[in-house]
Structures are given as C-alpha cells and as structure tokens.
C-alpha cells in the first residue's frame, strides 16, 4: 500500500538501496542533487499517496542484483493507480488487474515465443531470473503521469545503467520507448560489446506502431546466444522451478 496523507517517509533515500548496488552507486548517492531527490520525495510522501511504496522504491535492484542481471529491460515510470507499482517496470502484484501496457506484452509475448497468457500480471519471475526490469523514473505522484519526472531520477538510472554498462561481461539492454532510448549512448560510450534492442513502448498509444510484431524476447533470445549467454526462459505460469536453475548458470 502507499504512503497515506501526513504520513513521512521512515528511512532516506540512499537507506534504501541494496547494499550491492550502493556500492556501485556511490558517487550518485553522495552527490547534492540526490539528497534534492530524497527530499522531494519525502514531501511529496507528506502531501498524499505516492507510488510505490518506501519499502518498493528499488525492489527491481532488490530482485536483481547486478552480478545477475543478464538483461536490462528499461520502461518509463511506474503506474499511477492504487495497488499497480511495486517496484518492477510494468509488472503489478498478483490479484491486481493488468494496465493495457502489461497485457500487450503479455500478448506479445505468446505471439513471440507462443507461451500461453498468464493469468496475472506479476514480472517477478523474469527479475529472478536476471532481467533487471527499471524505470527510467522511480515514483510517482497518485493519479498524474509523469509527476516525478524531471526531479533527480533520471541521473539516478543513468548511473545505474552505465554501471552496468562499464562490466565486462557483455549484457542485453531492451529500451521501450523515447526515455529508455534516451539512455544508449550511455551504453555505447562502455568498451564492452554489449547488445543494445531499441522498440515501440507497449503503452495502446503506441503499441500498433511497432510493438506488435517486433518479437522483442526472441530477439533478446538471439542478442544472448551472440554473446555466449544461454536464452532466458519467459514464461510466467511455471516460475519457481526455472529461477533456481537459472540463477545456477548465471554464477
């Protein structure tokens, strides 16, 4: 659930953050411009609902730390409605109803590889199993789009993705839409060969105009056999046994 009017955040913003990332991360969390960031999100806590939850804000590093991450699937920012954001770009919780995004990847996802459609809308089982699925944006203010952006995020994944981006091992990174394409040169300026997949973002705005019919897992399937790296296992109605044996091949 989110924070509720006159309700203050607990913790700051960079407690948050898994240590393994923090490590990663910390020249951004140490800059002024992030404690702008914290404190814009603790007010905007104090004034009303704010999505996701404190304990959410980073639960896709939280899910995939980034010795696992295989791929990098970079969306906008999270749902604005009550019960959708938890953290993980375009999943919501079991029992809550699919956005119109969520249920045309879903669509896609079947006409792609032909797994059947899941009957929730819950990416966790992907983020198991080394897809770090982030926004550009973190939070959200409750039902107004894009209030958060332009506030600190932004320079936040940017770190985040050229971390990544500076390993070598070579990764996959799959940007959906004109803010996630925003972040390429970002890969393109690392040394390491890593395999960059730019597409339509699946919002029903766009999602004729190139999202469907662009077969965007099997292409991250094949970007992964190019670097040496086994496929990922998409489905989403068979979760628990795949993740452990996947975690396996990623150490």
């Known amino acids: 659930?989110?924070?509720?009017?006159?309700?203050?955040?607990?913790r700051?913003?960079?407690?948050?953050v898994p240590p393994d990332w923090r490590a990663l991360l910390a020249d951004s969390l140490s800059a002024l411009w992030f404690a702008e960031l914290g404190a814009f999100v603790a007010e905007e806590?104090?004034?009303?609902?704010?999505?996701?939850?404190?304990q959410e804000v980073f639960a896709a590093l939280s899910r995939t730390p980034p010795e696992r991450v295989r791929?990098?699937?970079?969306?906008?920012?999270?749902?604005?409605?009550?019960?959708?954001?938890?953290?993980?770009?375009?999943?919501?919780?079991r029992g809550v109803a699919r956005p119109p995004s969520l249920l045309n990847i879903h669509k896609e996802l079947q006409a792609d590889l032909g797994h059947p459609m899941p009957d929730h809308g819950s990416l966790e089982a992907w983020a198991e199993r080394g897809v770090l699925l982030l926004n550009t944006v973190l939070t959200v203010r409750a039902g107004?789009?894009?209030?958060?952006a332009g506030r600190g995020?932004?320079?936040?994944?940017?770190?985040?993705?050229?971390?990544?981006?500076?390993?070598?091992?070579?990764?996959?990174?799959?940007?959906?839409?004109?803010?996630?394409?925003?972040?390429?040169?970002?890969?393109?300026?690392s040394a390491t060969a890593h395999v960059v997949l730019c597409g339509v973002h699946p919002s029903p705005l766009s999602a004729y105009r190139g999202?469907?019919?662009?077969?965007?897992?099997?292409?991250v399937d094949r970007a992964l056999a190019?670097?040496?790296?086994?496929?990922?296992?998409?489905?989403?109605?068979?979760?628990?046994?795949?993740?452990?044996?996947?975690?396996g091949e990623i150490r």
């Not at 190019?226 to 975690?247: K, M, V």
Request: glycine content about 8%; some cysteine; aromatic content about 10%.
């Open 1 to 10: 659930m989110s924070s509720q009017r006159g309700n203050a955040s607990s």
């Open 12 to 16: 700051s913003l960079d407690e948050l």
């Open 45 to 54: 806590r104090r004034k009303g609902p704010v999505f996701p939850a404190e």
């Open 71 to 93: 791929v990098v699937l970079l969306g906008q920012d999270p749902y604005h409605g009550p019960g959708q954001a938890h953290g993980l770009a375009f999943s919501v919780p």
């Open 144 to 148: 107004e789009a894009a209030s958060h």
């Open 153 to 189: 995020w932004e320079r936040l994944t940017d770190a985040i993705v050229s971390a990544l981006a500076m390993r070598e091992v070579p990764l996959v990174f799959l940007l959906w839409g004109s803010h996630a394409h925003k972040k390429t040169k970002l890969v393109e300026a």
């Open 211 to 219: 999202f469907f019919g662009s077969k965007p897992f099997s292409a």
């Open 226 to 247: 190019s670097l040496g790296h086994p496929p990922l296992d998409w489905r989403l109605d068979c979760e628990r046994g795949f993740a452990a044996r996947t975690e």
